[in-house]
């Protein structure tokens, strides 16, 4: 069974940095998507950033492109978020998810993840 366990959200000033942690577990083949998404209130669940598995390769929404970077231990079976120089719009519910093999133009649909952590709160606010 696979699991995913978010940490690492809080109140933060904006201008802040967080790292949000994702360890996953249970799964089963190395060649997965592990994804970061958020949904704020009243707002649709939208794609942050995700690294595919094994190629490592990265992909970032516009909106946190430059300010947040995806980092993953395999020895760990952790996989990190990085957000730096955050703004209140940033505020919102952070999930991870895991899928399998994905093609790039669909790496930020939600339907398409098959597992998710349940969730870890960002507020970013002065």
Do not use: M
Request: net charge positive.
């Amino acid at each position: 069974q696979v699991q995913l366990v978010e940490s690492g959200g809080a109140l933060v000033q904006p201008g802040g940095s967080l790292r949000l942690s994702c360890t996953v577990s249970g799964l089963t083949s190395d060649h997965y998507v592990i994804g970061w998404f958020r949904q704020a209130p009243g707002k649709e669940r939208e794609g942050v950033s995700c690294v595919s598995s094994p190629s490592g390769n990265t992909y970032y929404a516009d909106s946190v492109k430059g300010r947040a970077t995806i980092s993953r231990d395999s020895a760990k079976n952790t996989v990190y978020l990085q957000l730096n120089s955050l703004k209140p719009e940033d505020t919102a519910n952070y999930y991870c998810a895991a899928t399998g093999v994905l093609p790039r133009a669909s790496v930020f649909v939600p339907r398409l993840y098959n597992y998710w952590g349940q969730g870890t709160q960002v507020t970013v606010s002065s």
